[in-house]
């Protein structure tokens, strides 16, 4: 397990892609602070560069190092469901390259609930892509046999590991001054926030 860790860390750092299992699908993995590893994410999706890619990291104190302006709403809700599938958009600030928030000025982020995953990040200590390991428009996968049978020619590396049990993607969420905005429906339910914040508006 370890050498496979080892030559995923070794790509990543190097700006390939790498097929990485998480909580929920296969992420197409690649170092979130290089445009020229970002580009090769967008060429491999077939995706429009109009689309931001979400980021997966280690820690609250990366959250800190990518984004600006967090609020106390962002720790309630991070404290509780991190690790695990929801991804928070947040405000990017000047480390984050503008490839990865397309028109928005944001990112979306989340650690991951997957050790092997999370490893990987701690070990870079580089905030990674966490896109679906997809052409765009086509379903994700959990299965690293289809992954090598279908996009092997696209990416560098697949760690051959399973996912987590998750079967839906992340839910994503935008926080805005005091009220939390859902932006996709994932595998944390609008009543499993409610029930943790019930003196928030959530729409």
Same mark, same amino acid.
């Given at each position: 397990?370890?050498?496979? #860790?080892?030559?995923?860390?070794?790509?990543?750092?190097?700006?390939? +892609?790498?097929?990485?299992?998480?909580?929920?699908?296969?992420?197409?993995?690649?170092?979130?602070?290089?445009?020229? !590893?970002?580009?090769?994410?967008?060429?491999?999706?077939?995706?429009?560069? &109009?689309?931001?890619?979400?980021?997966?990291?280690?820690?609250?104190?990366?959250?800190? *190092?990518?984004?600006?302006?967090?609020?106390?709403?962002?720790?309630?809700?991070?404290?509780?469901?991190?690790?695990?599938?929801?991804?928070?958009?947040?405000? !990017?600030?000047?480390?984050?390259?503008?490839?990865?928030?397309?028109?928005?000025?944001?990112?979306?982020?989340?650690?991951?609930?997957?050790?092997?995953? +999370?490893?990987?990040?701690?070990?870079?200590?580089?905030?990674?892509?966490?896109? &679906?390991?997809?052409?765009?428009?086509?379903?994700? &996968?959990?299965?690293?046999?289809?992954?090598?049978?279908?996009?092997?020619?696209?990416?560098?590396?697949?760690?051959?590991?399973?996912? *987590?049990?998750?079967?839906?993607?992340?839910?994503?969420?935008?926080?805005?001054?005091?009220? #939390?905005? #859902? +932006?996709? +429906? *994932?595998?944390?339910?609008?009543? !499993?926030?409610?029930?943790?914040?019930?003196?928030?508006?959530?729409?």
């Amino acid at each position: 397990m370890q050498s496979k #860790i080892n030559q995923a860390i070794k790509y990543i750092i190097d700006e390939k +892609l790498v097929a990485l299992p998480t909580d929920t699908y296969f992420a197409l993995s690649a170092n979130g602070l290089s445009t020229k !590893a970002i580009e090769k994410i967008y060429y491999a999706k077939g995706r429009d560069y &109009s689309s931001p890619i979400p980021l997966l990291i280690s820690s609250q104190d990366m959250a800190i *190092g990518i984004s600006k302006n967090l609020s106390d709403l962002f720790f309630k809700i991070t404290e509780k469901f991190w690790p695990g599938p929801l991804t928070v958009v947040v405000d !990017a600030n000047e480390n984050v390259p503008e490839i990865v928030k397309s028109k928005s000025k944001k990112v979306g982020i989340r650690i991951p609930g997957h050790k092997v995953c +999370l490893k990987i990040i701690e070990e870079t200590n580089l905030p990674i892509s966490g896109t &679906s390991c997809n052409i765009s428009g086509m379903e994700p &996968s959990k299965n690293y046999k289809f992954i090598n049978n279908n996009y092997s020619k696209l990416i560098d590396f697949v760690l051959e590991e399973p996912c *987590g049990i998750e079967t839906a993607p992340s839910t994503v969420v935008e926080i805005n001054h005091n009220s #939390i905005k #859902i +932006l996709r +429906l *994932g595998a944390i339910k609008k009543e !499993a926030i409610i029930k943790h914040l019930p003196e928030i508006l959530i729409k």
